[in-house]
């Protein structure tokens, strides 16, 4: 998806959105209570246009979470967000269905409790 430029502007804004969602979410903003949402920002678009299509990324999201507690429910609902954020950006069905199973395969390197 993030071949060209357009694809990279369409990603950042979805991106935004994305955490917009995530900050709105009362069961999830203490999470990021203190984060430098900028950089995170740029980082997560940064990760999701490498290693979700089939790249590697220099981000271990293992070692990013580690600490954090975060469980099963917490990361549900953030990719519930992350998913209907690309879906509000019109990005097609196949790519929803793909990054759906990308970020399932994520599940383990950001889940401790
Ligand atoms: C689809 C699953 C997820 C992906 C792909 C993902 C990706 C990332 C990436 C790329 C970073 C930046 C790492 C860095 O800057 O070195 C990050 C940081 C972070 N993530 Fe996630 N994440 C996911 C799920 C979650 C969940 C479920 C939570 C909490 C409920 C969460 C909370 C955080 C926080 C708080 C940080 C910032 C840590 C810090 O700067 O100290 N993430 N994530």
Redesign the pocket.
């Known amino acids: 998806m993030t071949g060209t430029a357009g694809d990279r502007t369409l990603l950042a804004t979805a991106v935004d959105r994305f955490y917009d969602l995530?900050l709105a979410d009362p069961s999830?903003a203490t999470?990021?209570e203190g984060?430098?949402m900028a950089?995170?920002r740029r980082?997560?678009a940064?990760?999701?246009g490498s290693?979700?299509d089939g790249g590697t990324?220099r981000?271990?999201?293992r070692?990013?979470?580690a600490g954090?507690g975060?469980d099963d429910v917490?990361?549900d609902?953030?990719?519930a967000h992350?998913l209907s954020a690309m879906a509000a950006v019109g990005v097609g069905e196949g790519y929803l269905r793909e990054l759906r199973r990308a970020?399932e395969g994520?599940?383990d390197q950001?889940?401790e409790a």
């Open positions: 995530v999830l999470w990021f984060v430098d950089r995170l980082h997560q940064e990760f999701l290693a979700l990324s981000f271990d999201l070692t990013a979470h954090l975060i917490a990361y609902r953030v990719c992350l970020v994520l599940r950001v889940v």
